[in-house]
C-alpha cells in the first residue's frame, strides 16, 4: 500500500511540472506583441489605406482604424491617411499623427538567437543595433524611451531582433486612393523580443544583414514582446 502511494505521489507531482512547464510554453508563445508603430513616408503626398492583418486579435488601436473586422484569419485593421515625405499621416477628417498603433496577442515562437545586455548598456546597445537595423534617430527615441525601462528592470536581459516568426502572424498592405495594390519600395520590420537573463545566460549571437537603404515609399514598423 505504502508502495503504491509513493508511485502515485511522483505520477502527480511529474504531471504537475509537466503542466506547469506546458503553461510556461503556450504562455510565452502567445506573447503580447506591445505597440507594433508603423511609419509611412511617401515622396510625394499621396492618399494610402494601410491595413494589417493579425493571426489573433487587436486590443488596442490608434487612431481609431476606419475599419476593423473579423477574419477568417483572425483580425483586420484599415486606416485611409495621407502619407507625407516626412512621415506625417492625414486622417479624413483633418488630423495628423507620426504614426499607426496596434497591439494585441498574437502566437509567436521563442527565439534562441540574440544578446545577454546588462542594465547599464541598454541604452548604447539599443542605438547601436536599431541603427544596424535601418531606423533613423527619431524612430529609435521612440523605441528606446518604450523599452529602455524594460531592460532596466532586469539586470540582465535576453534581447533578440528576431522578427521572423512575429511577421508571419502580422501582415501588412497598401492600397492607392483607386484601391490598386501598393508596395513599399522600403520596408524595415523590427521587433524585439526580451526576457530576464543571468550574466552566465549563453546564447546563439545574432547576426544582422546589410542596413537597409531607404527610396521611394517607406514603411517602417517596431514593435516587441516581454516573455514571463
Known amino acids: 500500500m ?10 502527480v507531482v511529474a504531471g504537475l511540472a509537466f503542466a506547469t512547464a506546458f503553461l510556461l510554453a503556450y504562455d510565452r508563445e ?10 509611412v513616408y511617401s515622396p510625394q503626398e499621396q492618399l494610402v489605406t494601410v491595413s494589417v492583418d493579425v493571426d489573433g486579435a487587436i486590443d488596442t488601436a490608434y487612431p481609431a482604424p476606419d475599419a476593423l473586422e473579423t477574419t477568417d484569419w483572425g483580425t483586420r485593421a484599415s486606416w485611409t491617411v495621407t502619407a507625407s515625405p516626412d512621415g506625417t499621416l492625414t486622417d479624413q477628417g483633418g488630423r495628423t499623427y507620426p504614426s499607426l498603433f496596434w497591439d494585441g496577442p498574437v502566437g509567436q515562437e521563442s527565439p534562441d538567437a540574440g544578446f545577454v545586455v546588462a542594465r547599464e548598456d541598454a541604452v548604447p546597445f539599443l542605438e547601436e543595433k536599431l541603427a544596424l537595423l535601418g531606423l533613423t534617430d527619431k524612430e529609435a527615441a521612440d ?7 524594460r531592460i532596466h528592470a532586469n539586470e540582465y536581459t535576453f534581447v533578440s531582433f528576431d522578427a521572423s516568426s ?4 502580422a501582415r501588412y498592405s497598401f492600397t492607392d ?3 490598386a495594390p501598393v508596395k513599399p519600395d522600403t520596408f524595415i520590420r523590427v521587433f524585439m523580443t526580451i526576457r530576464q537573463a ?23 514598423e517596431w514593435g516587441g514582446t516581454e516573455e514571463q
Do not use: D, M, N
Request: net charge positive.
Open 2 to 11: 505504502k508502495k503504491a502511494l509513493i508511485i502515485l505521489s511522483c505520477v
Open 30 to 39: 502567445q506573447g503580447v506583441s506591445e505597440k507594433p508603430v508603423l511609419y
Open 143 to 149: 523605441f528606446i524611451t518604450y523599452w529602455a525601462p
Open 166 to 169: 512575429y511577421t508571419a502572424h
Open 177 to 179: 486612393e483607386a484601391g
Open 198 to 220: 543571468e550574466v552566465t545566460t549563453q546564447v546563439r549571437e545574432q547576426a544582422f544583414g546589410p542596413t537597409p537603404q531607404r527610396t521611394g515609399l517607406v514603411a517602417v
